[in-house]
Nanobody, 128 residues
């Protein structure tokens, strides 16, 4: 049974940092395209960062230089390190996975449409 469980969200002031984790079970994360997506109230879901099975990484322009996606294959966990957080980063963050999406940039651009497996989400709020 495929399961993705996110953690690490919370409230932080602008300029602060958070580290999201996505613990995976039921499959090997290294063989899937993994991604972080977010959705703010009243807005479409958008891709934040993806990493494919070859280790290629793609970031949304809005987070480049501030966010870093990584994975620990031994722990079957994917991370999103978020630094220099801004109020516009406030959203529900979701971890997604798919065994067929083979390219990180393509996966990012689908906004998660082609991802089959999802976690329950973790809220990130950036406010002073």
């Amino acid at each position: 049974q495929v399961q993705l469980v996110e953690s690490g969200g919370g409230s932080v002031q602008p300029g602060g940092s958070l580290r999201l984790s996505c613990a995976v079970s039921g499959f090997t994360s290294s063989t899937y395209c993994m991604g972080w997506f977010r959705q703010a109230p009243g807005k479409q879901r958008e891709g934040v960062a993806t990493i494919d099975s070859d280790g290629e990484i793609a970031y949304a322009d809005s987070v480049k230089g501030r966010f870093t996606i990584s994975k620990d294959n031994a722990k079957n966990t994917v991370f999103l390190q978020m630094n220099s957080l801004k109020p516009e980063d406030t959203a529900m963050y979701y971890c997604g996975a798919d065994p067929v999406v083979s390219n990180a940039r393509y996966g990012l651009g689908t906004r998660g449409r082609d991802f089959d497996y999802w976690g329950q989400g973790t809220q990130v709020t950036v406010s002073s």
